[in-house]
């Protein structure tokens, strides 16, 4: 079997690394006609000093640099000695193209280690002059040289290193500070146009209730009324799909305004807007009106450029335009692109596999930019290293940067491609299954790993099915295939090919069109239109657990569930939203979108929240929020946690101590929808925040304008307090109420004055908020204290009493005889 892997040059050019430092290359002593060189080696240690069983970096080499990146000095050795009188000898050593490299050394005792780099003399072929020393050419030979000693001094205390960051516990946005990298797990893209992402999105933390940040329009929806009567706008199925491609790069949504009727002849605008705010960043038209079709992050890594790049791609043909995420800018092309796989490798270049002719070929877009350098002699040292496509247009022939005879005798096509692993193909018919996979893995291209027939069940021969590959993961070794007529999905070893287990007939409403799954968690999900979630152990394909997305009201006329169509997995979670071909209207009402836990509880269903589409895109996640066009409005939504105020006030004169101090206050949601203009009319003191398990009845009524849920509760708030003599006291917790305020009522027992702190820790659904206020305690009236009458000026109790009796003596007897006259 030949196997013909071509590697891109670029890692044979010179090493721009000395521009950097270009002292290393004035650090000769010899006459460059003698051909000879005197080296100086050197020894480096990181961290110094360190603790005892701590890891160091050595940093071992000579000051001098060779042609291309390949390239390295050999035979280097580093010797030890160590603070009880033994050593040992570290090496062999190769270094990189730059005269160095690194070697990692655990020391195992305390004391001062003494560490010295050798080098030895060896011959190196300049095949061209060094662009910064034109005497660098032909056969040089190198010296051999010693380093002074290094004192690597080992303590018993660890040294420190750079502490981590935590997760955000409060509302967070875009651009995230590069150094906060711990939250790469909760910052993921969505790339591949909506609904054809694998549905993995593993970089989030998915969202726990139906919290809406914002929302906008995306075109005229929701009820016509008038003469329309109960008829809703078009929402695009069947056929005339909206929303469709839409992206998430960077904690920014991406989405075609218009539909895709029409082509380049018809009016296309693409809209960037912030996903955390609902800001609109730009609206443009891209070139000759095209619609972006999928997203690239890719991390450009050379020796003197690392960095992550990002863009918009759109397809005309086979030519692709990408265009600048940030702006929206036209940056550069690529014309003649075959057909096959388009899927991502490693560090985010675009890769295409195509079989043809028993040949299997890789395309890569970076490969493309490589290879055409290469043609361009005059500009390849120049643009070395480098990542400037800025400005050209270039042929896609350049991009095969892998090529492999495939064994003979595989039967079908490829049904799977995995990145660096495998291609799987899975062949079927009415009386087998023909599997097999070839490696793609770096060093063993080409190789068979299997190939393996099983012979089907009898009923396929004598039976009319629809037979065929569903879905696999190398992660949990197995490959599935569907039987559509009888609902069973047959799985086999991903690593043999062999027959492992069926699973038990689904409803058999899931025969129609609409099923799908996906692998996560060990486990394989389903669900189709008989609206059923079918959870099955990958191992066993036993049912763990089912879940019935029930239509309570029996809205849908052939079913007792809501089709439905799983949307994206992640953090533990799957997402469901309903679905179909092509519905009627008026729309059946109270079609629900669904967050169930891997092992099938329900974390939160909103019923008539955000109903989705067949033809259009569906709900995607990037930044750990959910943006979802909702068909019965046409408005795309954007669900994640919210952030929230709080205030607290405490009675502004002095409270006696001992008597009753009443601390008030409210929390509100202030995402930035709740300050839209309808909201800020309806809503004037603010939108309450509201209990995660009110949370989807409360955003129907704040943005669908449902009616008003009567029994909703607010959140918990927990009074705190710090009293005169600094003590800190826990008063207690109370609930806001469905306005969002809260009262609560303590004691003060010490004179002076308190610090009152109020917090909302926060929920599911948002994100926490915490205040402060002040109050003034004062002493307490002594019911025993006596009064003396002449220091006060004052009378006393007793003299008061009679006076009163006498008063009200000489009226009674002025009235008796102003009577008796009349």
């Excluded at 490829?414 to 490696?439: H, P, Q």
């Excluded at 090919?497 to 409403?509: K, N, R």
């Excluded at 939160?604 to 930044?623: A, L, M, Y």
């Amino acid at each position: 079997m030949k196997k013909i892997i071509k590697k891109s040059k670029i890692r044979s050019i010179l090493v721009i690394f000395l521009l950097i430092f270009p002292i290393l290359a004035l650090t000769t002593t010899v006459n460059a006609q003698e051909k000879t060189r005197v080296t100086y080696a050197f020894i480096g240690a990181t961290p110094n000093p360190v603790g005892v069983n701590q890891e160091v970096l050595l940093h071992v080499g000579i000051t001098d640099y060779l042609l291309v990146s390949e390239d390295g000095f050999e035979g280097l050795t580093v010797t030890v000695e160590k603070p009880d009188g033994s050593s040992e000898t570290l090496g062999p050593i190769r270094t990189d193209s730059t005269g160095g490299t690194g070697w990692v050394y655990v020391p195992t005792m305390t004391g001062t280690y003494r560490l010295q780099t050798h080098f030895p003399e060896q011959v190196y072929t300049w095949v061209s002059p060094a662009a910064f020393d034109p005497s660098l050419s032909g056969e040089i030979l190198y010296q051999a040289s010693v380093s002074d000693k290094l004192e690597l001094i080992v303590q018993d205390s660890a040294i420190e290193y750079y502490p981590t960051h935590s997760i955000p516990n409060e509302y967070w946005a875009r651009p995230i500070d590069a150094q906060l990298r711990e939250w790469s797990t909760i910052a993921g893209s969505w790339l591949e146009g909506a609904g054809r992402n694998g549905f993995i999105a593993p970089y989030n933390d998915g969202p726990e209730t139906a919290h809406i940040l914002w929302t906008t329009e995306l075109t005229m929806g929701g009820l016509a009324g008038g003469d329309m009567g109960e008829h809703g706008m078009v929402c695009g199925d069947a056929y005339e799909g909206k929303y469709i491609d839409a992206l998430i790069i960077e904690g920014k949504l991406y989405y075609n305004k218009f539909e895709g009727q029409g082509g380049s002849d018809v009016e296309q605008v693409v809209v960037a807007m912030d996903l955390h705010t609902g800001e609109v960043l730009w609206e443009k038209t891209l070139l000759d009106n095209e619609q972006i079709e999928f997203g690239q992050t890719m991390y450009w890594d050379t020796m003197n450029s690392h960095g992550v790049y990002t863009y918009l791609w759109a397809t005309s043909g086979t030519t692709w335009m990408a265009f600048d995420a940030q702006t929206g800018r036209w940056v550069y092309s690529i014309t003649n692109v075959g057909r096959g796989t388009r899927t991502f490798g490693p560090n985010g270049e675009i890769l295409i596999y195509n079989i043809a002719d028993g040949v299997l070929t890789q395309w890569n877009s970076t490969a493309v930019y490589y290879n055409t350098l290469l043609e361009e002699t005059d500009n390849y040292y120049y643009h070395a290293g480098r990542w400037r496509p800025q400005g050209r247009t270039f042929d896609a022939s350049y991009g095969i940067d892998l090529t492999i005879d495939l064994p003979g005798g595989l039967s079908g096509s490829a049904s799977a491609y995995y990145v660096n692993d495998r291609v799987l193909g899975v062949s079927i018919s009415k009386t087998e299954v023909e599997s097999w996979a070839v490696s793609l893995e770096p060093g063993n291209e080409g190789d068979l790993i299997f190939k393996n027939t099983w012979t089907a069940p009898a009923i396929w021969a004598s039976s009319n099915l629809d037979i065929g590959f569903a879905t696999g993961s190398v992660e949990d070794g197995v490959f599935t295939i569907w039987v559509k007529e009888t609902r069973q999905y047959y799985a086999f070893d991903i690593n043999t090919g062999e027959y492992l287990w069926v699973t038990d007939s689904e409803h058999y409403m899931d025969s129609y069109a609409g099923t799908n799954r996906v692998i996560a968690y060990g486990k394989l999900f389903s669900v189709g239109y008989a609206g059923i979630v079918y959870c099955y152990d990958i191992t066993t394909g036993n049912t763990e657990w089912t879940y019935l997305i029930d239509d309570e009201y029996n809205e849908i006329l052939w079913s007792n569930g809501w089709p439905a169509r799983i949307q994206f997995v992640t953090d533990g979670k799957i997402y469901l939203g309903m679905e179909e071909h092509s519905s009627v209207d008026p729309k059946p009402r109270g079609a629900p979108y669904i967050c169930l836990s891997a092992d099938g509880q329900e974390v939160w269903r909103i019923d008539g929240g955000f109903r989705q589409t067949h033809w259009g895109g569906n709900s995607i996640i990037g930044d750990s929020v959910i943006a979802a066009m909702n068909t019965y409005d046409q408005r795309i939504y954007a669900i994640g946690k919210g952030a929230t105020s709080i205030t607290v006030s405490a009675p502004d004169t002095g409270v006696a101590v001992g008597s009753s101090a009443t601390l008030k206050g409210s929390v509100m949601d202030v995402s930035p929808g709740t300050k839209d203009a309808d909201l800020s009319i309806r809503f004037p003191n603010g939108v309450p925040a509201i209990s995660d398990g009110d949370m989807s009845e409360w955003m129907l009524y704040v943005y669908s304008q449902f009616e008003k849920p009567a029994s909703a509760t607010g959140v918990t708030v927990t009074l705190e307090a710090i009293d005169p003599n600094g003590n800190y006291q826990y008063l207690g917790t109370t609930t806001s109420d469905i306005s969002g305020n809260y009262g609560f009522t303590f004691k003060p027992e010490t004179q002076g004055k308190y610090t009152i702190m109020a917090t909302f820790a926060g929920s599911g659904g948002y994100y926490g908020a915490t205040t402060t206020t002040y109050m003034s305690v004062d002493p307490a009236a002594s019911a025993s204290t006596v009064i003396n009458a002449e220091e006060t000026g004052f009378i006393t109790t007793e003299v008061a009493i009679v006076a009163a009796v006498a008063v009200a003596a000489v009226i009674g007897v002025a009235a008796y005889f102003f009577l008796k006259r009349k």
